[in-house]
C-alpha cells in the first residue's frame, strides 16, 4: 500500500468519503490512478468484510455504512516506510529526504535514497541537487563525500529546527484540515506513537495547569516523536552549552517536563536522555520571561520598547492605544517570547499569515518599519510570522477601541491557529454583534466545555464535537461567518441585530469557566500605575556632565539617585556588570540611554535620573550611538514606573521635547515642560 492510498483510508475513517479530483490534483495523478487505488483497497479490505467496502458516485468516494472506521484507521497506518513513487511529488521527496538527514549522523548515499523511493538514480540526483539547496536557503550545512554520499553536519537546535521546517513544509502540501492529526505524520513516525504522546501532553497540561496553543501542542508532540525514534536508532542527542541552568531548576515547567518522560519510558519502553528536559522546556517556552529579563534585566528594557512602540503605531494610525494596558501586557509578553525564540532559536508558524498581512496591509507596514527601527529589530525576528501576530494584538486592540461591551449572549471562541488569532477573532465578533465574549481556548482543549458552564454558542475555526451548539467560521470573518452566527443567535432567542445601548467595556473574568482563558478586553480599569515621571525625575536632573565612557556615564546617571537616597552605589556596579555580560541593551533609541537592573536590594524607591552629557560616548549599540541622554531608572516594583515609562516613552518622539532636552541650559525649564506634558495627559 502506498503513501496515497494510505491517505485515502484516513480520509474514508475520518470523514467516510473523499473527492477523487482533489487527490489526484494532490499526488498530480489521474483520476484513473486513484480509481485504481479504490480497486486496491477494496480487494484489500474484501478479504476481511467480503464486500466492497467504497463505492463512488459522482467522483465522491464514500465509504458504505457498517464498515468499521477502526479497522480503516489502523489499515493506514501500516508500512509507514513504503514510499512509493507515484504517490510523493518531488517536492514531499525532497522534503522526506531532508527530514531523515537530520535525524541521522551517518552518511547516505544517492543509491540508498532512489532505493527507498523506488526512483532511478538520476530521478535521486535531482532530489539531491534541491535538497542542497532547501538546506542552503534555511542556513543547514551538508557534508557531501565522493563514494559516502551526504550527511547533515549541525548542532542539536538546528536539526531540530530543520526537520521541524522540512515536516511543516510537507504538511503545507494538503491542507485538508488545521489542528494536530496523528495521521499527517505517519511518514515518519508510528500513529500508535503519536497517539500515546499527545496523550501524555495533554495530561500533562491538566495535571500542571498548563495550556498550550494548537500550534505548540503540535510541535511538542512531533518533537518529542522524533526524540523517541533518533533515541531507538541510537543517534546521540547533544546537550545544550547551558543545560546545566536547565536541570537545576524545580518550577513547575521542569515537573511537567519530568513528568511527560517518566510517562514516555513507562508507556513506550524507551528512556529518554535527560538533555531531553531542556528541549522539552524550550517548546513549552517555560523560559520566555527568563530569557526576556536577562537581555532586559528586569525586563525595564523590553516594556520600554514595548510602550514605545505602542505609542508610534498609535501616532502613525490614528487610534491612540497607549491607555489599553491589555494591548500592552499582550505585546509585553510576545514580544518576550520572541526574543526567547531567537535565543534558543525556535520557529514560529502563523498560517494566517497571508491573510493577515493582505487584509491589513497599511498596519503591517507600519508595524514593521517601527519593528525594525527600534531595538526590538534587534532583539527579535522581524519575520512576516512575527509581525503577523504583533499585527494581532493591535487590530484586536483598535477593533476594541471603537466599540464598547454589553454583556448578552455568552460566548466562548475556539481557535487551532493560536491565542493571538481567537483574540482577533472575539473582537470581531463583538464588534459586530452584542454578545458577552467569556473566553478563548485551542481547540485540542475543547473537551473542557460542558453544558453547565452557561455558555450560549462556541464560535470555532475548526469542527466540534460538543454537545454546546456551535457555529463553525473562518479566523477572518466573512460576510457568510457573519450571517451564520446572527442565525445562530436568533434561533437561541437573542435579538442580535436591534439597536441596544452599550455600557462601558468590562471584562467578563468572572463568569469564565475554570481551565478557560478569558480574552483581553478594550481597556483596563486600572488604567496606567505608578509615579508620574516628573515625581521621579524631581531633583534628579544633572546636564552636561563629564564622561569618557559609557562605564562613566552609567555612574554619572546614577550619582543623583545615590545622592537622593533613591539606591546605593551597588546598585550602579550591577548595571555596568550586566552591560558588560549582556551587552547595550540599555540603549532604547538614537542617542538615549536607559541603564537599569534588578535592584535586589541596591533599591530603597523608585526613581529616575536624567544626565545630559557634555559629550556623546559610545555605548556598542552601532547606529543608536553616540549616547548623550542617560536616563537611569531604578524601580522596587513591576508596576510603579509604568506611568513614567509611557510619558518618557512618548517624550522621546516629541521633537520639542528633544530640542528642549539638547540645548536648554536651565533644569526647571525642562521639569516645566515634563510637568505641562504630563498634565495635558492626566487621564492617562
Known sequence: MNIRQRHELRLLAERGEFSLERIAERYGVTLRSVRYDIDELNNRLYGIIEADAIVVRSKIARLKEGVPRNLLMALSSTGSDDFNNEALSQRERVLIIVSMLCWSDDFVTIQEFADTFGVSRATATRDFAKVYSYCEEHGLAIERSRGKGARVVASEQDRRRMFTQAIRDCRATDSSHVGFDPADYTTWFPQKDLERIAAIVRDAERLYHVT?????????????????????????????????????????????????????????????????????????G???????????????????????????????????????????????????????????????????????????????????????????????????????????????????????EVRLPNIVVVCSTGFGTAELLAAEVSRVFDV????????????????????????????????????????????????????????????????????????????????????????????????????????????????????????????????????????IDLVVANITELGPYVVISQGVALPHAAGAGHVHRTAMSCVRLAEPVAFGAADRDPVRFVFMLATVDATSHMRALVHLAELLTTPEFMQTLAETDNVQQLMDFVTDFETKNADR
Not at 533515541?231 to 513547575?252: C, H, M, V, Y
Not at 508595524?367 to 512575527?386: C, F, M, N, R
Not at 443567535?489 to 475554570?514: C, M, Q, R
Open 436 to 571: 458577552n465574549l467569556i473566553a478563548n481556548i485551542p481547540a485540542h482543549q475543547v473537551s473542557s466545555i460542558t453544558s453547565d458552564m452557561g455558555i450560549d454558542l462556541v464560535i470555532s475555526t475548526v469542527p466540534l464535537q460538543i454537545d454546546i451548539p456551535y457555529v463553525e467560521v473562518r479566523p477572518l470573518l466573512k460576510n457568510e461567518d457573519i450571517a451564520n452566527i446572527r442565525r445562530a443567535l436568533n434561533e437561541f432567542g437573542f435579538i442580535v441585530d436591534a439597536e441596544v445601548p452599550k455600557a462601558n467595556a468590562t471584562a467578563a473574568t468572572s463568569s469564565a469557566p475554570h481551565g478557560l482563558t478569558s480574552p483581553a478586553t478594550a481597556d483596563s480599569a486600572e488604567g496606567l500605575m505608578g509615579a508620574s515621571l516628573g515625581d521621579l525625575l524631581l531633583g534628579n536632573v544633572r546636564l552636561d556632565k563629564e564622561a569618557h565612557s559609557w562605564q562613566e556615564a552609567v555612574r554619572v546617571s546614577g550619582e543623583p539617585l545615590v545622592e537622593s537616597g533613591a539606591i546605593d552605589s551597588g546598585y
Open 212 to 284: 498550550l496553543d494548537d500550534t505548540a501542542f503540535e510541535a511538542m508532540v512531533v518533537h518529542i516523536a522524533l526524540s523517541i525514534k533518533r533515541r531507538r536508532q541510537g543517534t546521540k542527542i547533544d546537550a545544550p552549552i547551558n543545560i546545566d541552568a536547565f536541570l537545576e531548576d524545580s518550577d513547575a515547567h521542569f515537573e511537567m517536563a519530568n513528568y511527560i518522560l517518566k510517562r514516555i519510558e513507562e508507556e513506550l519502553d524507551v528512556k529518554l536522555p535527560e538533555e531531553e528536559r531542556y528541549y522539552i522546556e524550550i517548546h513549552m
Open 286 to 404: 517555560a523560559r520566555s520571561g527568563e530569557v526576556a529579563s536577562a537581555l532586559a534585566n528586569g525586563n525595564v528594557g523590553v516594556e520600554f520598547a514595548c510602550i514605545s512602540l505602542i505609542a508610534t503605531v498609535s501616532h502613525r494610525v490614528g487610534v491612540d492605544l497607549t491607555h489599553d494596558m491589555n494591548l500592552y501586557n499582550r505585546l509585553l509578553q510576545h514580544i518576550s517570547s520572541s526574543i526567547y525564540r531567537k535565543k534558543v532559536g525556535l520557529m514560529l508558524e502563523n498560517p494566517l499569515r497571508d491573510e493577515l498581512l493582505g487584509s491589513y496591509a497599511e498596519h503591517a507596514a507600519i508595524i514593521k518599519e517601527a519593528v525594525s527601527s527600534s531595538i526590538l529589530g534587534e532583539l527579535t525576528e522581524t519575520t512576516p510570522d512575527e509581525i503577523a501576530y504583533i499585527l494581532l494584538h493591535f487590530e484586536t486592540s483598535i477593533v476594541n477601541s471603537r466599540k464598547a
